[in-house]
């Protein structure tokens, strides 16, 4: 270690997830163009960006949900992009909240937040009841136990599938739009669950349109556009006062919702995530 | 077409509207069912009609412990060929599923093959397997072979249907297994699989039904009296009397399994449809 030219992965236990020249394409479309970052221990680092600049791509092979085209994503120092790697193990570590929940329908809440904690951890099934009871009742939703997620409005079922990822016990938590599913009203309880959770010392990545929440509760945003981070920073600088006519362009759209092109950026979205929770056929 | 009578329309004297049209039809349908009643009561005598279809008598003499037996014999090739259908067309719909090709093209050969082959034939070609392999024999002969033989035609049929019934569980399902750490063999077990069979009990049931009308089939094995099902009895006693009677009663038998089974397909139908609105 002479310090000039740094290792990787680092080896710095607080470096939690290291991303190394990300690139990930879709056939011909190169969605990905090389992302570089690190997210620290305890960090909230909120994604943002238009849609389409590939956040959820980003975020999905940081647990190899996708696998990335070229680049090296650490976990933990250990190489999850390695063919070799224990993929399975490594996602233990870290939980994922989807916009559309994926909750598993067949389960009760309870059952939800249990099953992994019995088949993959092997935990005996009193304990992992006691921890994802423990985990019903931080989010909010103790007496609910019992209850499928069909009987379930958005936010609680949003609710629950946190409740299910923190299940893992995990050591960091990747959200893909985790209110963006939600009628305005249940957007609140949710972002106040992931609120205590960061204030809590979780490692969060969190992709969101949510700017005053990450104004508020991200240590650093890093703002995406055409497949590369544009600028990150603190919210101050990069929501305050972004440096990058990208960055200015897009908040102006987000923050102003009067603006006109406001309805064409919403039907693209509406689009592409039309395929998230239909069939796979 | 529709140009000419549009050119023609405005000249003819009257035109009929959608209305009236639709009660004119309605009136002429009626009249031909009424033609219809009136020519068989004139025509159809019907105590002779009772005493070729519903003899009394020969109702009577069918109703017994043998009927029971063969009722339940019914019940035995029907349930037996269903549950090694259901675990054998579930390895084939997993096998169409496969990443590995060949696996792929096994299980759609298989399945094209024996949805297009009678049903009767691979009943035949099982029932003269001791023949063609001298010494071999089903166990629980001749339950084993009419299981094997129609559990393998079923198989094909309900390996299409669960195939189906796992591509339409959404894919954020498995993603979401996945991230939990589950391996993609346990996401398919424990999280996609109880969703398919969900999915797709309203048309398994079906196939159930379709299959104990297929057990009648079995009739063309030389079975032993023990191994009767309700065709076979029935077809039996018809000969004895020379009457059809027997046979109606074994198809009321008939009536009794799939009848319920029916009308439980479509309860589950109603409150699917309800539940994805
Ligand atoms: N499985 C896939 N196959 C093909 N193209 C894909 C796939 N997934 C994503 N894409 C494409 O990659 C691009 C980036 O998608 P991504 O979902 O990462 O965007 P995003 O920044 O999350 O947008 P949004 O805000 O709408 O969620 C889009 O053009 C999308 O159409
Ligand atoms: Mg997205």
Known sequence: ?281 | MSDTTSQVAPRQAKRLSPRKRAQRTRVIQYGVLVVLVVVAALTIDGRQVQQVFLRPDLVLKTLGPELGAAFLNTIIYTAGAFVLGLAFGTVLALMKLSQVAPYRWLATIYTEFFRGVPAIIVLLAFSLMGVAFPGFSFPFDPYGTVWVALGIVTAAYMSETIRAGIQAVPKGQIEAARSLGMSPGMSMQRIVLPQAFRIVTPPLTNELVLLTKDSSLVYVLGLFASGYELTKFGRNLANTYANITPLVVAGFCYLIITLPLTYLVRRMEAKQRKATR
């Not at chain 1, 949003?158 to 009203?185: C, G, H, K, N």
């Not at chain 1, 809590?200 to 556009?225: P, S």
């Open chain 1, 1 to 281: 270690m002479t310090g000039t030219t740094p290792s990787i992965p680092t080896g710095n236990r607080n470096d939690e997830i290291q991303i190394y020249d990300l690139h990930k394409s879709f056939g011909d479309l190169e969605v990905l163009k090389g992302i570089t970052t690190t997210v620290h221990r305890g960090e909230v680092v909120c994604v943002i960006g238009p849609s389409g600049s590939g956040k959820s791509t980003l975020l999905r092979c940081v647990n190899l949900l996708e696998q990335p085209t070229q680049g090296r994503v650490f976990i933990l120092n250990e190489e999850i992009t390695d063919p070799d790697a224990d993929i399975d193990r490594l996602r233990t570590t870290m939980g994922m909240v989807f916009q559309s929940f994926n909750l598993f329908p067949h389960l009760t809440a309870l059952e939800n937040c249990t099953i992994a904690q019995i088949r993959v951890l092997k935990k005996n099934p009193d304990e992992a009841r006691a921890f994802a009871q423990a985990n019903l009742d931080k989010v909010g939703l103790g007496d609910r136990g019992g209850s499928y997620p069909a009987q379930m409005s958005g936010g609680q079922q949003q609710r629950v599938a946190i409740a299910r990822a923190l299940s893992m016990d995990p050591e960091m938590m990747l959200f893909d739009e985790p209110t963006s599913a939600l009628d305005p009203e249940l957007v609140g309880d949710v972002l106040s669950v992931m609120r205590d959770l960061a204030q809590g010392g979780m490692t969060m990545m969190v992709v969101t349109h949510e700017m005053a929440f990450a104004r508020e509760v991200a240590d650093r945003v890093i703002f995406m556009d055409g497949g590369v981070i544009v600028e990150e920073g603190p919210p101050a600088e990069v929501i305050g006062k972004p440096t990058h006519e990208r960055t200015r362009t897009f908040l102006k759209r987000v923050l102003d919702p009067t603006h006109v092109n406001a309805g064409d950026e919403d039907e693209a979205y509406a689009q592409r995530h039309a395929a998230d929770s239909t069939p796979t056929a």
